[in-house]
């Protein structure tokens, strides 16, 4: 993740012995800083894979999530820190199902070597709302309390999300359904499954 004055790049690592972390590379001085994330099953790599960055447009504040262990955790880029951290839920029940589907991703087959998802986390622009992916479906978080709001297609493993310029639609890749679903990204409804995309992987980007 870029910010938007193009002077840093957050990427996210994994380390077993001191747990995730996000690498902040400031461009223009050449020097990196990180910033740690909470160590729960920080040696368990299938749970560690499903951590995801989203950012708000203003660039203020990074959201750090992992559905696996239904954390979230608040982000300040300015100071360096992670401000508040919450476990949500619904993650207990939801840590089995998606561990199991990235165990899957890592074992190579005869065709292709597997992944983590693409796009595990997703931002309303007015950074109301942080979408997250669950063992089935995705859940919606309120940034200000960072508290559940829903549990959305919760019948449905999903790989991959992202939300059209306004934030009207929300978009859903399920690679083990091979569906591209259209959503309302306020009440969380189906609005129609798009046809045309054969095994979707992930959506990079909307229009």
Not at 43 to 48: F, G, R
Not at 54 to 74: C, K, M
Not at 108 to 113: I, L, M, Q, T, V
Request: net charge neutral; glycine share 10%.
């Amino acid at each position: 993740v870029a910010s938007p004055d193009g002077q840093w790049v957050y990427s996210l690592y994994l380390n077993e012995a001191k747990g995730p972390f996000i690498h902040m590379l400031n461009l223009n001085g050449r020097y990196a800083i990180c910033v740690f994330l909470p160590t729960t099953d920080k040696e368990n790599l299938s749970k560690q894979l499903l951590w995801s960055l989203a950012q708000t447009r203003d660039g203020q504040w990074l959201y750090a999530v992992n559905g696996a262990l239904g954390i979230v955790s608040e982000v300040d880029p300015n100071q360096l820190q992670v401000r508040r951290t919450v476990t949500l839920p619904m993650a207990a029940a939801s840590a089995l199902g998606i561990v199991a589907r990235v165990g899957t991703w890592l074992r190579p087959s005869a065709s292709a070597k597997g992944s983590g998802p693409s796009g595990g986390a997703a931002l309303t622009p007015d950074s109301a709302i942080l979408f997250v992916i669950a063992e089935h479906g995705l859940f919606a978080v309120n940034t200000s309390d960072l508290a559940l709001r829903g549990h959305y297609l919760s019948d449905m493993p999903l790989s991959s999300i992202n939300l059209s310029p306004d934030g009207v639609r929300l978009y859903a890749v399920s690679e083990e359904k091979s569906k591209l679903l259209s959503l309302d990204a306020a009440t969380g409804g189906t609005i129609r499954e798009i046809a045309g995309a054969t095994h979707p992987w992930g959506v990079l980007g909307v229009g």
